[in-house]
C-alpha cells in the first residue's frame, strides 16, 4: 500500500510560481513512475507532467512545457511540480500518483494509476 500526500498549493498572482510536493509512503518509490495531473471545475482530469522509474525520463503536457518542472528525491520518497509564469488556466486541482511497479504502460491515461493522493488546490488570479 502507497500513501501519497500532496502539498504546496495556493493563491497566486498570474506569472508568480508556485512549488507542489507529493510525499509517499512505502519502500517502492523509486521503482513506479510519479505523475501529476490537474482537474478544473467542470472539466476532466488532464495530464500535467511525469517522471519515469526508468532513468528518470520527464513528460510534459504542451500546455506546460517550459514553465513546469517535475523532479523526485528518492531518498525523500517525495516528487515535486515546481510551476513558474502560472497563468489563470492553470487553476484546478492538482493530484499526484503513482503507477504500479516497474510498469511500462502509458504515463497518460488516469487508468493506469494504481495510487493517487487527495489533491491540493491552486488557484492562479489574473
Known amino acids: 500500500q502507497v500513501q501519497l500526500v500532496e502539498s504546496g498549493g495556493g493563491l497566486v498572482q498570474a506569472g508568480g510560481s508556485l512549488r507542489l510536493s507529493c510525499a509517499a509512503s512505502g519502500r517502492t518509490f523509486s521503482s513506479r513512475t510519479m505523475t501529476w495531473f490537474r482537474q478544473a471545475p467542470g472539466k476532466e482530469r488532464e495530464f500535467v507532467a511525469a517522471?519515469?522509474?526508468?532513468?528518470?525520463?520527464?513528460y510534459y503536457a504542451d500546455s506546460v512545457k517550459g514553465r513546469f518542472t517535475i523532479s523526485k528525491d528518492n531518498a525523500k520518497n517525495t516528487v515535486y511540480l515546481q510551476m513558474n509564469s502560472l497563468k489563470p488556466e492553470d487553476t484546478a486541482v492538482y493530484y499526484c500518483?503513482?503507477?504500479?511497479?516497474?510498469?511500462?504502460?502509458?504515463?497518460?491515461?488516469?487508468?493506469?494509476?494504481?495510487?493517487w493522493g487527495q489533491g491540493t488546490q491552486v488557484t492562479v488570479s489574473s
Open positions: 517522471i519515469s522509474w526508468r532513468g528518470g525520463r520527464t
Open positions: 500518483a503513482a503507477q504500479p511497479e516497474y510498469y511500462s504502460g502509458s504515463y497518460y491515461y488516469t487508468n493506469n494509476y494504481q495510487y
